[in-house]
């Protein structure tokens, strides 16, 4: 068990190293460097200061060399400085996580819910009307562009009907729990609805596989009561595949929330990345890509965990 | 058919004038987790032209491996193979390929369902570069009727053949090349008692009529006794008895061949005697020491599970090849 | 790691063929003409069929339909910003007063022909990918899994908006090509197919290692045949059959990242029109003009549902046993 988890600890710091080599060269490419943004704010500037600037940043060694010098500093704790919130990174990046991770839960539990009383339902009758319907929403929530699925939340609820807030995370002045939760509503309506789709027809699929089963037909055949037989037999062993997919889509669930948070002004992680890339902000796009796929990393860890923990069969 | 280890000499035989493939020494191991698993072990046969090789064995014996050596589908880890001797390089390889095909026992998977059978049949013949295209469909066309089955079957695909319709259509590609040797995995045991007889019949025609060698793997001694000659005998990767076929048959010198007779259903007996072999075979990962039969041999000794028996001719039968230390 | 639905790697194709096979000589219908059948008896697969002609007659109609109404969807006219429908502008016109109905045709034709592209090009990745992979096995297939798991895992869109704001001069291309519409609309369709060939990739190979030691294909080996033949004769034939639904499912999703990296600037840009990109000032449309908010989208989502459908009907035309 020790050695598994050790095993993929390590694979996760490999994949987090490449990864942030990867983006380290990506964010490199974006148009501009510091330096640009420097001369920009000050127009005086000779080519030999710029040059000077040049060699004090570090910007004309190769980049290996100022990966290896970041690499170095991140280690140990200083992820530079936020350009355009001139504010160490890791002050900006922190709260940010905290409310995406506040949106992101939120949802997952809610397509949770949703998912499996949905998928569980439809399986007890393939083919029959209900199935039918749940498909349909299945199909629909696969197919519906979140951006989309959020305007049209906006538009109803906030627009037309008035009914809860479009954007931010509290009103100015109020800003009590119940105004909080009343904000969180429709982004996490429009994130749980993204994913449930995806969510449904795997545990629906997984169902149908497992109410197959000799073992659940034996439950059967002894003179269980259905409820139990599908609850306690079947739902057990359908939990070990979708499980494993829940947690392995947390990298989705991210892009989602990406999505969402712009969509309805939350100052989460992707709200944040999403502005530090449009506004240049290469620390903070940087560390915040790093810590998005460092997040999905510890999902993807937990999901094997749990994969093992389900599934006696699997010896860690 | 004489195995061609050290011994043969000694016994004075006379050799026949070119093996068309000898093996020499073949071993192959294959990686099991952290341990290996020997398959086939210390293995030196040959096969003439013209004659029917048959490898007799349980499953897991090791000659579906020892075939695929043969057909260049498994490189041995150790021992030599030669092709009509010389020893396998690029050009002979080459030659190897083309007189060497194989059929297998499930007609099933042995024909690409997106092929149409022309196709198929013609494959060995483009690979090999062989014959313009209008040549190439001119001898597929008389292919299928030499196996016994309608032209307009050229245009069909694999999944409108019955079992015993899709071996011949295997046996029409294997025949493509004009080759000198068809290794035969197991050709009949997955078809129907009644269409066995036919393919067997089939093979028989085929081999008179063009001279064909085959490297008849079976487990099945019944059809091992009607199509072949000479017989070999393989339990755990070994060679047990390596004999022509009415010495074998009928003066067994090998207990684990007693054994394997005595199992053999016959016409005429009611019940099936004893079964002189106990106990399930033992794992290819775990062979036993000494003798790899002793732990289910009637004859063991305490030699033999400390001493492995050279494979040497029985008393009195210098053809008659067998390893055990009380043969028979 | 697919879960409990049918992975369309595991059915061997020709699978049912064994039922039918008892007969003497069946009466010849190609592997094709079966899956057809079958198909059609899929509704929500034929429907999607028939709604896909539709859209793209819709989206090939738009130079006709400029044409016809007289209009220039490229020029900007701010006096006659988000007018309501008329009989010159059908459905109005957008917030640089040009027609909606003509921006949305041409809007069309260059989603849907980044999402065919952009799979094209993932699935020819994902597919050599998945045979070298599957086919020569060993540390090859163990470093190009490691790799397509990692991709899996990530968060894509975060990395296809810095792949979207790449300076492209930075790479060696003229500022020109870098600036220009073509270099916009080929950016998308390159950085989308980098990032959504896993699936493909991973398929390929499970379907090609149960393929390696199938008896057709050692006997191929057997009569020499090399690697690139059997690769082209046997395996690619046989992959295609769970292909082409796995590659059904990508339009779909490709589409949708086309939309939200143009809808979020970083893909195709004005005034190139594109599904996303009509939707870059939509917090404005929401109150301005809630039905130009509304357009686009539902587009997208019509495009992608029934894409997504076909799939489904697709997979069921092909898997004999999956039961509906």
Redesign the interface.
């Known amino acids: 068990m020790c050695r598994f988890i050790l095993a993929r600890c390590g ?1 996760a710091a490999i ?1 987090l190293l ?2 942030s080599f990867v ?1 380290y060269s ?7 460097d510091p330096i640009d943004l420097m001369i920009a704010s000050n127009p005086g500037a000779t080519p030999e200061v710029v040059a000077h600037l040049r060699a004090i940043y570090g910007l004309d060694q190769p980049i290996l060399l100022r990966y290896l010098h970041w690499l170095a500093a991140a280690l140990q704790g200083d992820f530079g400085f936020s350009r355009t919130h001139a504010q160490p990174v890791m002050v900006v990046l922190l709260p940010a996580l905290l409310q995406t991770c506040k949106l992101m839960l939120s949802s997952f539990i809610v397509s949770i819910v949703l998912a499996f009383t949905l998928g569980v339902y439809a399986s007890l009758r ?2 029959g009307v209900a199935d039918s319907i749940i498909s349909l929403f299945a ?2 929530g ?7 699925l959020a ?2 939340m ?2 109803l609820f906030a ?1 037309n009907w008035h009914v809860l807030p479009a954007s931010g995370i509290s009103t100015v002045g109020d800003g009590g729990f119940g105004d909080q939760i009343r904000h969180l509503i429709l982004p996490v309506t429009t994130l749980a609805l993204a994913s449930t789709g995806q969510f449904t ?2 545990v629906r ?6 109410l197959r089963m000799d073992h659940v037909r034996t439950a059967r055949a002894k003179g269980a009561g259905e409820g139990r037989v599908v609850l306690i037999h079947a739902l057990r062993n ?1 939990m070990i ?2 499980v ?2 829940m947690a ?1 889509s ?3 669930l ?2 989602g929330a ?2 969402t948070e ?2 309805f002004a939350q100052p989460g992680m ?1 709200k944040m ?2 502005d530090a ?2 506004g240049n902000d290469f620390n903070l ?1 940087l560390t ?2 790093l810590f ?2 460092l997040v ?2 510890l999902s ?1 860890l937990l999901a094997d965990l749990a994969y093992g923990w389900l599934d006696p069969r699997i010896a860690l | 058919m004489i195995p061609a280890m050290p011994t043969t000499a000694a016994t004075g035989t006379v050799r026949a004038p070119r093996p068309l493939v000898a093996l020499d020494g073949i071993r192959v191991r294959f990686p099991a987790g952290r341990r290996t698993l020997t398959a086939v072990e210390n293995v030196s046969l040959h096969v003439d032209p013209g004659e029917t090789l048959a490898l007799v064995g349980e499953s897991g014996s090791g000659k579906s491996t020892l075939g695929n050596v043969v057909a260049g589908l498994q490189q041995p880890t150790a021992g030599t193979m030669r092709f009509r001797g010389q020893l396998l390089d690029k050009a002979t390889t080459r030659a190897a390929q083309r007189a060497i095909q194989i059929i297998f026992q499930d007609p099933f998977g042995a024909l690409d369902p997106r092929m149409p059978v022309s196709a198929i049949i013609a494959e060995p013949l483009l690979i090999q570069r062989i014959g313009t295209a209008a040549e190439r469909a001119s001898r597929t066309a008389d292919l299928i009727e030499r196996v016994g089955l309608p032209r307009d079957a050229l245009n069909r695909y694999p999944h409108e053949f019955s079992g015993g319709q899709r071996q011949r259509i295997a046996i029409a590609r294997a025949l493509a090349p004009d080759p000198a040797l068809i290794v035969a995995d197991e050709p009949l045991s997955a078809l129907d008692v009644s269409i066995q007889s036919q393919i067997l019949n089939l093979l028989g025609e085929l081999q008179r009529a063009h001279g064909l060698a085959y490297l008849f793997i079976s487990h099945d001694l019944a059809v091992v006794y009607h199509l072949a000659d000479p017989v070999a005998v393989l339990y755990l990767g070994r060679l047990m008895e390596v004999a022509p076929r009415e010495g074998l048959f009928a003066t067994p010198s090998h207990p684990y061949t007693t054994a394997l007779l005595e199992a053999m259903p016959r016409i005429g007996r009611r019940h099936r005697r004893a079964v002189a072999i106990h106990g399930e075979m033992p794992s290819p990962l775990d062979p036993p020491s000494g003798c790899v039969f002793h732990t289910r041999c009637p004859k063991a000794q305490p030699l033999c599970s400390v001493e492995p028996p050279r494979l040497e001719p029985a008393p009195g039968r210098p053809t008659q090849l067998a390893a055990c230390h009380f043969k028979a | 790691m697919s879960g409990g639905t049918a992975d369309p790697a595991a059915t061997p194709p020709e699978a049912h063929d064994r039922r039918i096979v008892t007969a003497a000589i069946a009466p010849a219908v190609s592997p094709w003409k079966l899956r057809w059948r079958r198909f059609r008896r899929h509704r929500t697969g034929m429907g999607s069929l028939v709604v896909l002609g539709l859209l793209l007659v819709f989206v090939a109609s738009a130079g006709p339909v400029a044409h016809f109404l007289g209009v220039d969807p490229y020029e900007t006219d701010l006096l006659s910003q988000y007018s309501p429908p008329s009989a010159a502008h059908p459905l109005g016109t957008d917030d640089a007063g040009r027609d909606e109905l003509v921006r949305l045709m041409l809007g069309g034709q260059i989603s849907l022909l980044v999402g065919v592209l952009s799979t094209l090009v993932g699935s020819l990745i994902g597919l050599t990918v998945g045979v070298v992979s599957g086919y020569f096995g060993k540390r090859l297939d163990a470093v190009l899994m490691r790799f397509t798991d990692g991709m899996i895992a990530l968060p894509l869109l975060p990395l296809l908006i810095v792949l979207g704001a790449i300076d492209l001069t930075k790479l060696g291309f003229s500022a020109e090509f870098a600036h220009s519409g073509a270099a916009g609309f080929w950016r998308v369709v390159v950085i989308v197919a980098l990032v959504d060939w896993t699936g493909i990739a991973r398929l390929t190979r499970a379907a090609t290692l149960a393929l390696r030691e199938r008896d057709y294909v050692r006997s191929a080996r057997a009569s020499g045949g090399r690697p690139a033949y059997i690769m082209t004769a046997h395996v690619l034939p046989n992959v295609a059959t769970p292909l082409i639904v796995a590659v059904t499912l990508t339009i779909g999703r490709v589409i949708l990242f086309e939309s939200v990296l143009s809808f979020l600037g970083f893909g195709i840009v004005a005034p190139t029109p594109s599904w996303g990109n009509m939707l870059n000032n939509a917090q404005e449309l929401v109150t301005t003009a809630p039905a130009l908010a509304i357009y686009p989208g539902l587009l997208i989502f019509i495009t992608v549902i029934a894409v997504n459908f076909l799939g489904d009907g697709l997979q069921h035309a092909f898997d004999p046993r999956s039961e509906r």
């Open positions: 694979q994949v490449v990864m983006i990506l964010i490199g490419l974006m148009p501009g393939p083919g199909f629909a696969i197919s519906v562009p979140v951006f989309w305007l049209v906006i538009l627009v027809r795997f699929a997984a169902m149908i596989e497992t359908a595949p979708v494993t997919v392995l947390f990298g989705s991210f892009s990406l999505i712009t969509m992707g990345i999403f890339i449009q796009a915040g890509l998005a796929t999905t990393l993807n």
